[in-house]
């Protein structure tokens, strides 16, 4: 049992998603490909918490397992826990899951174009989702045109009758937001929401996000790679590596204290705006296959502190502060931090190992 | 007047006015009804082991310009010069002869290479075309070019499939400084990586533009990636250059108010920062019906900004030293203000610098 672990504290009102153990298999014929292995975490009310990494890390496969939508040779294995509100949505029957599909939990996708039906107009795609949870057509079509108006498109009742490529990319955007939020849900989570736009409307659209989030008091789990719109947006942040949750920090420690020897890289690997350096730092190597993740901590070929211990013993969670986890021995041996492989560089150089 | 930076060295790379307009067509007859005005006007330098970064959103022909000036897609009008040699009314021979000396690294590592080729063969194909290696001779060559893009000769008999994406981008590279040339177009060469692996591809450009003197084109939607790897910067906006200056310069003291706004969206990975954003209301308009006069006008946030904007079409003109930028509201300008009152003005152009850095 390791429910006590987590920035979890005693005060701390029960929250409205708690994943324990989610594990998510997929049964390919290159082996079992183990996208999310182990992975527990939850979400207060009106929170927004950053889940990142990098491609394969598992990220949405996490956020796809919340909503059962793991379709074989994918399962989510024996074990794992899901609670929503109260539920528990690993027993629940489908058409329990169905009226919190879309209601109480809802998804916005990356790609606003393939996440639309290109053949309904946007306003009769918002309002089957209000029909769908027992909204008259009328009833609907207004929510719909109300909705397009709350998330910012101007002149709401003659767009609703568009279709998705008559708008832009940063419109499409807004309508699945207006579709994600039409029947108030409790939770919404967005993955990669700003990814496939521009910058300008990338800000336009997370600005949105956060005076939905103050309006109606949504809890966000927020999936990206860019640390930039985490920094900006979430209060709360969980780094993903290998199918598990690495670290888990507010923040502001994060982002001024990251223990994690992943976090870290990734801290140092990104450009900033207003910083020149003569050369990036890089984390070598690429993120093993899923099927064949390493024994012991499984960073360790990339990492530039790692020691026989990392090889023999996969590292737990430890509590590195009021809130913070790592997945990292350094825990337990600080000072090895002070002394990095002077192989990292000749390896960063050489890239492929 | 070429709108270029003094500079008393030839440049490797001259481009004057290029102009690429998409005909729409439409009826049974295809007739021409309108055009998409892909790129407008757009002159630039490429110094020799230069990088000069060209930036911009989706559809403002930051690829378009890319593909023009090395005459993969054919011009509506201006000119290209490469050390000295114009390549728009070259034949087609002595162009490809030419080609060997300007490469491109394109963005999507899955689709830009041939699924069938192995990476040796990928590789080779340059080598064979312009006759530089045969034989062995062309075999430690690859073996050479895969080693100093970080690759094992080993993978040489793989094929593209087998590779991630930061690898497959390393083959494309590879295969680019095969014919060894002397100017790289890099077309968006990191956007399809993750943030590590990013890393490791920059870094690699940047190692064997310092080894070989290399000159690259390096376009961009990410401004913090440019910003790391620019000697100088070219903003474009719906088909043109609206600024261009010094990396530092441009990054400082944007001049340009889109500059400024898209340096202001950026996110910052600093939880604690609190900066002042210039959020651009609407969309980009459509380059098939450009805005009158300065075409980013319908967004613009300067507060000077009048009529005059929406008739007058800025030039591109110093505004400080090596600083050009497109803005009849930022001083200094040659555009007067008995001009702009003429045009329907009612705001004098002032110096209008918002806070960018972080408070």
């Known amino acids: 049992m390791n429910s006590a672990r987590g920035p979890r504290t005693a005060d701390m009102?029960?929250?409205?998603?708690?994943?324990?153990?989610?594990?998510?298999?997929?049964?390919?014929?290159?082996?079992?490909?183990?996208?999310?292995?182990?992975?527990?975490?939850?979400?207060g009310t009106g929170e927004t918490v950053g889940l990142v990494g990098e491609s394969g890390c598992g990220k949405s496969v996490t956020a796809m397992s919340v909503l059962r939508l793991i379709q074989p040779p994918g399962r989510i294995e024996a074990g794992s826990r899901l609670e929503f509100e109260g539920r528990d949505l690993m027993t629940i029957t489908d058409r329990e899951l169905r009226g919190i599909r879309g209601a109480r939990i809802a998804m916005v996708f990356q790609e606003p174009m393939t996440a639309l039906n290109p053949v309904f107009t946007v306003g009769d795609q918002i309002a089957e989702v209000v029909r769908i949870h027992g909204g008259t057509r009328k009833e609907a079509w207004d929510k719909a045109v109300e909705m397009l108006g709350v998330v910012g498109i101007p002149s709401p009742a003659d767009r609703a009758g568009d279709y998705p490529h008559q708008l832009s990319g940063g419109m499409r955007q807004r309508v699945v937001i207006a579709m994600a939020l039409v029947m108030n849900p409790a939770l919404v989570i967005a993955d990669e929401p700003t990814t496939a736009l521009d910058v300008t409307i990338q800000a336009q659209i997370l600005e949105l996000l956060r005076d939905l989030q103050k309006k109606f008091g949504t809890s966000i789990l927020l999936i990206t790679h860019d640390l930039g719109v985490v920094a900006e947006t979430a209060s709360r942040v969980i780094v993903m590596y290998g199918g598990e949750v690495v670290e888990e920090a507010l923040v502001e420690t994060l982002f001024d204290q990251p223990h994690h020897p992943y976090t870290e890289g990734l801290l140092r690997a990104m450009p900033r705006v207003g910083e020149t350096r003569e050369r990036l730092s890089t984390i070598p190597g690429t993120v093993p296959p899923s099927t064949a993740w390493p024994a012991g901590c499984r960073f360790r070929d990339r990492c530039p502190y790692s020691w026989d211990r990392c090889e023999k013993e996969h590292p737990a969670l430890y509590q590195i502060g009021s809130g913070h986890v790592s997945r990292c021995h350094l825990a337990e041996d600080p000072e090895r931090r002070a002394h990095p492989h002077p192989a990292l560089v000749e390896r960063a150089a050489e890239a492929l190992t | 007047m070429r709108p270029t930076v003094a500079n008393v060295a030839m440049p490797l790379v001259s481009v004057i006015g290029l102009v690429k307009h998409f005909p729409i067509k439409s009826g049974v007859f295809g007739r021409q009804t309108g055009a998409v005005k892909a790129v407008n006007d757009v002159s630039f330098d490429v110094m020799a082991g230069e990088t000069l970064g060209l930036v911009g959103e989706s559809g403002c022909g930051k690829s378009t310009?890319?593909?023009?000036?090395?005459?993969?897609?054919?011009?509506?009008?201006?000119?290209?010069?490469?050390?000295g040699h114009n390549l728009?009314?070259?034949?087609?021979?002595?162009?490809?002869?030419?080609?060997?000396?300007?490469?491109?690294?394109?963005?999507?590592?899955?689709?830009?290479?041939?699924?069938?080729?192995?990476?040796?063969?990928i590789v080779r194909e340059g080598l064979t075309i312009h006759k530089l290696a045969e034989g062995s001779a062309a075999d430690r060559r690859v073996t050479q070019l895969l080693d100093e893009v970080g690759l094992r000769p080993e993978y040489a008999s793989r094929f593209p499939h087998e590779f991630s994406g930061g690898q497959r981008q390393r083959i494309g590279i590879a295969r680019a400084l095969a014919v060894e040339p002397s100017f790289i177009v890099c077309d968006e060469p990191v956007s399809a990586l993750d943030v590590s692996v990013q890393a490791q591809v920059i870094n690699l450009l940047q190692d064997l533009q310092r080894d070989r003197g290399l000159a690259y084109l390096f376009i961009a939607h990410d401004l913090s990636v440019v910003e790391h790897i620019a000697d100088r910067v070219a903003v474009m906006y719906l088909g043109k250059i609206v600024e261009l200056a010094k990396r530092d310069d441009l990054y400082r003291e944007p001049l340009m108010p889109y500059t400024q706004a898209l340096l202001s969206a950026v996110p910052v990975p600093e939880p604690r920062a609190k900066k002042a954003r210039i959020v651009l209301t609407g969309d980009v308009p459509s380059p098939a019906n450009l805005p009158s006069g300065c075409v980013f006008h319908p967004r613009c946030q300067h507060p000077a900004k009048d009529a005059a904007c929406s008739a007058i079409v800025p030039p591109l003109e110093l505004k400080a030293p090596g600083h050009l930028v497109a803005c009849i509201k930022q001083t200094p300008t040659a555009v007067s203000w008995e001009m702009q009152k003429e045009a329907g003005g009612t705001h004098q152009p002032t110096r209008y610098l918002p806070v960018l850095q972080p408070t």
């Open chain 1, 13 to 43: 009102p029960k929250p409205l998603l708690s994943i324990q153990d989610l594990r998510t298999y997929f049964y390919t014929e290159a082996g079992v490909a183990r996208a999310v292995d182990g992975v527990s975490l939850h979400i």
């Open chain 2, 65 to 83: 310009t890319g593909r023009l000036v090395l005459r993969l897609i054919e011009a509506t009008s201006g000119d290209v010069s490469f050390d």
């Open chain 2, 88 to 121: 728009m009314t070259m034949p087609r021979r002595d162009l490809r002869r030419l080609r060997r000396r300007m490469q491109i690294v394109f963005q999507d590592p899955f689709s830009s290479l041939n699924p069938r080729m192995t990476v040796d063969a």
